[in-house]
Structures are given as C-alpha cells and as structure tokens.
C-alpha cells in the first residue's frame, strides 16, 4: 500500500498506477455523469505525455464513447466527438458509477469490459474515494488489477 497526499499525490498515484500500460495505448474511462467528469479530465492530463488515445465513456454505455482532448489554453477534456472504445488496453472505472444515485449497476461495467476488450486483456484500474467500491461491493464483483482510494477533507475558515 502507498499512501500520498493531495491534488499531486492523486495524480502521481494514478500515474504510477498506468506506467506499465504501453505508451499510445487505448485508454477508456468510464464513469458517472457530471459527477466523475472532472476526475477523468484531471487524470487524462497526467498521463498526458504518453500518448495515450482517451475516451470517456459516461456510465459504462459504449455507445456514447467521447474522445478526450487537450484543448490549449484550456486543459484536458472530454469532447463531443465520439469514439470507439474497443480494444481498450485499460479501463479506469470511476467511484461514482458504484454510488446509487448517479451510476449503474457492476454487471454493466463488466458487460462493458467485456464488450470493448477485443479479444485482449485490459488492465482494469478502479479510482474511487471514501472506500465507495468496498462498501457497494463492486470489489468482490470486478475483476480490478488494482484500486486507488481517496480521501477528501475539507476545511471552511
């Protein structure tokens, strides 16, 4: 277990989650509308020198695959440009998807693995916070490679 601190220990955890997938590499996100949007788009732009080809697929419906790109000025985005998540060599699902209210039930996210994996064996990459995948259960039902859990704490002075 490796435990880091703040925004850059968010990012340098998931940077180092990836740094065995091969630059150029198809990677699909998937998570919860809105919700999970900013976390991709953050984490897209660090791993943004790999190469990676990025899509956002919002809660794990293949069809609505978007491209992520970099947009100057701006930063890392999810576009509305769709894309074709198959032969994705990782998945990074996201928390939000395992919260009642806004996501969808595992089996979709496996159908969805299932579905885009092309005959390969991505790695599968979970990014949640506050333990979400433990308590909804999702750990005993996806087949994850490896899990990042993150605490959030704010203060109001």
């Given at each position: ?17 990836v ?35 990025m ?33 994705a ?69």
């Open positions: 277990m490796e435990k880091k601190g703040g925004i850059v220990g968010f990012t340098g955890i998931f940077r180092g989650l740094a065995d997938v091969k630059d150029g590499s198809k990677v699909v996100f998937t998570g919860s509308v809105a919700v999970c949007t900013p976390f991709i788009e953050l984490l897209a732009y660090t791993v943004r020198d790999r190469g990676f080809d899509l956002y697929v919002p809660k794990a419906v293949a069809s609505e695959a978007r491209q992520i790109k970099e947009i100057k000025g701006v930063g890392y985005s999810a576009v509305d440009e769709k894309g074709d998540p198959n032969g060599d990782a998945v990074v699902v996201l928390g939000g998807l395992a919260m009642p209210k806004f996501g969808c039930a595992p089996e979709d996210v496996n159908s969805l693995i299932e579905e885009i994996s092309a005959g390969k064996n991505p790695k599968i990459v979970g990014v949640g916070f506050m333990n979400i995948f433990e308590k909804a259960g999702w750990d005993k039902k996806i087949k994850f490679d490896t899990v990042m859990d993150t605490t959030m704490e704010a203060v109001v002075k």
